[in-house]
């Protein structure tokens, strides 16, 4: 699965422009995480992947098919894609019917569904409520049967829009284990999300957008260097990475045993400490709302298709 | 300092629901206290802040025991209205905030002034300055429906501060914002909190919690199972079987201990951590 925008824009009917000149290309079996401030764009383009919403401007195509040649319903189930709200998506009687919608209306055999009922109720923990009524489930339970209903069908890619929202604890470990084998099944995953921490730990790939524009594309190492830069979208490294950016380790941490080795590391004197700077990396002071504060644009040319 | 919310042995079961969401609770909190709620969903959480706020049992109908009181009033006697006088709840979900009877924001922030009675020129000078507390000034003419979910919630957040409650209820109420939008509302609702206010906000945003707090309640199957300061509650080592995680600044605070590099100290919030971490390079 190969997904590829160029120069892509879209404009609402509005006349509100949202994306402007999108160049990427999600690949193969990456998890992508995308990020930025609320209104920078993230959900219109999480929309372009299977053409819910399409290009206004430029062309984007999906193994090398320009998504205007499809209809919405054929693109999905190629693509998938996991509405914020389960109440925008679930309107079924059961878990089971929820479950075995998609997959029936592509023609597969009942069988095969029945497997993939058995296979994906224990990925999203809702074994024991296959014959409940989706509006009986939890809010988390919720999620998790439209994030089932969407793995149904199969598809090469899954769109996930703020899966960590309203999650807890076992939730977020759940999705964690979700994401993992589906990346396991080769299949490409991309993320809208605002939790950094859930970002840092499940994603190859972070693309950061501002304004309509991507910011910064590469890997979360990469990306959550960059604090000045992600300032400008209101977007803040996961905690630990900020302890460690205070502390001037001359890495970036992910995590806390990357964390630990690190400070092991720049003890023996094989990492070098930064000077820090006397701001305080907990705390930001902000300037200019709504999107209106004045940035640079920054392009990673190395993440765009060869 | 006086208890300002006094939760006694209370249970509530929703109608139709065979078990309790929560059960034999009892809180207290006093005027000009931090607490945090946390737990897994499910645990109770949102129906003790609907219990706090009269919510429950004058909108959501079920069976309740013991009892709530707000500044002294028992909730079970004391109309939502009159209770709103004293305490305000931000939802969970921002689209359930809102009356969406008005055509603009400026209208749905004086919504509850206007029930209330309160003067035109008074209601022109709060909505200016909640408007300007939560950076919604250009917002002010739109019409509710086509805002953003960061944006709704900023108004939702509007509309509860503007009526000026000592107590204020957060159910969850950042999920839509970006992290600098969110940590810019948090740092509004500390500033309330360090005039006075009182705060009682329900998080999984553990990190926040551990920065915030002066008290962490842990609920789990509708009861409260711990509760004490961030240190107290954190530095219990199962803390995963109550449904929660802990602050990444408590994983590191072991981790370096058991490599050897700490003797055993927990850091709790980020400055603490940084501390930390300077000590080791510097031993």
Redesign the interface.
């Known amino acids: 699965m190969k997904i590829e925008f160029n120069n892509v824009g879209y404009s609402y009917q509005s006349g509100h422009q949202a994306l402007h000149d999108i160049n990427l290309c999600f690949e193969g079996d990456q998890s992508v995480a995308i990020i930025g401030q609320n209104g920078a764009g993230k959900t219109t383009l999480a929309k372009q992947l299977n053409g819910i919403l399409r290009p206004t401007q430029g062309s984007l195509t999906i193994d090398g098919t320009e998504i205007s040649e499809r209809t919405t319903a054929q693109w999905s189930k190629r693509v998938g894609y996991v509405f914020q709200n389960p109440d925008d998506q679930l309107f079924l009687e059961t878990v089971r019917e929820e479950f075995a919608f998609g997959p029936r209306n592509l023609g597969v055999d009942e069988a095969t569904i029945d497997s993939r009922i058995d296979k994906v109720a224990a990925l999203t923990g809702l074994q024991g409520k296959l014959d409940v009524h989706p509006a009986d489930l939890s809010p988390t339970e919720k999620k998790f049967c439209g994030i089932g209903a969407v793995i149904m069908m199969d598809p090469d890619a899954v769109v996930f829009d703020e899966p960590t929202c309203g999650q807890d604890y076992v939730g977020d470990v759940r999705l964690h284990d979700l994401i993992a084998e589906l990346k396991r099944e080769g299949k490409l995953c991309i993320a809208i999300s605002h939790d950094m921490k859930f970002v840092a730990a499940n994603f190859d790939r972070v693309v950061v957008m501002c304004q309509g524009e991507v910011l910064l594309d590469g890997t979360p190492q990469e990306v959550f260097s960059q604090v000045d830069v992600l300032r400008k979208s209101y977007v803040t490294p996961p905690p630990i990475t900020r302890v460690a950016q205070g502390v001037g380790l001359g890495k970036t941490v992910l995590t806390v045993p990357q964390f630990v080795e690190t400070l092991e590391e720049t003890r023996a004197g094989l990492v070098p400490l930064l000077k820090t700077s006397a701001i305080n990396n907990n705390h930001y002071e902000i300037v200019g709302h709504g999107g209106q504060s004045s940035m640079t644009q920054r392009k990673n040319k190395g993440n765009e298709c060869q | 300092m006086k208890p300002v919310v006094e939760v006694q042995d209370y249970s509530f079961t929703y109608q139709d629901a065979e078990t309790p969401a929560i059960k034999d609770v009892s809180l207290t909190v006093r005027e000009g206290e931090f607490v945090c709620v946390v737990?897994?969903?499910?645990a109770g959480k949102t129906t003790l802040c609907n219990a706090l706020v009269g919510l429950i049992p004058h909108y959501f109908t079920g069976k309740s025991e013991g009892s709530v009181r707000i500044n002294g009033a028992d909730t079970a006697e004391t109309s939502v209205s009159d209770l709103s006088n004293y305490i305000g709840l931000v939802f969970?979900n921002p689209f359930n905030q809102l009356t969406y009877a008005s055509g603009t924001v400026a209208e749905e922030l004086t919504y509850g002034l206007g029930n209330r009675g309160i003067s035109r020129e008074e209601m022109r000078r709060r909505v200016k300055l909640v408007s300007q507390l939560m950076?919604i000034e250009?917002l002010l003419d739109r019409d509710p429906l086509e805002l953003?979910?960061?944006?709704v919630q900023r108004v939702a957040f509007g509309s509860t501060f503007i009526l000026e409650p000592n107590i204020l209820v957060l159910d969850?109420c950042t999920?839509?914002?970006?992290?600098?939008?969110?940590?810019?509302i948090f740092?509004i609702v500390k500033q309330l909190n360090a005039s006075g206010i009182t705060v009682i906000m329900v998080d999984?945003d553990m990190?926040r919690v551990a920065e915030y707090a002066d008290t962490v309640v842990v609920m789990e199957r509708g009861q409260i199972r711990l509760a004490g300061s961030p240190r107290e509650v954190f530095s219990v080592s199962d803390i995963?079987r109550y449904?929660?995680?802990a602050?990444?600044?408590v994983?590191?605070s072991k981790?370096?201990e058991?490599?050897g590099?700490s003797d055993g100290k927990l850091a709790i919030t980020?400055?603490e951590?940084?501390v930390m971490?300077?000590e080791?390079?510097e031993h």
């Open positions: 737990g897994a969903n499910g969970q950076h250009n953003s979910g960061g944006q969850e999920t839509q914002l970006d992290p600098l939008g969110a940590s810019e740092d999984h990190e995963n449904g929660i995680d602050p990444d600044y994983k590191l981790g370096l058991r490599s590099l980020y400055d951590s940084l971490a300077k080791v390079l």
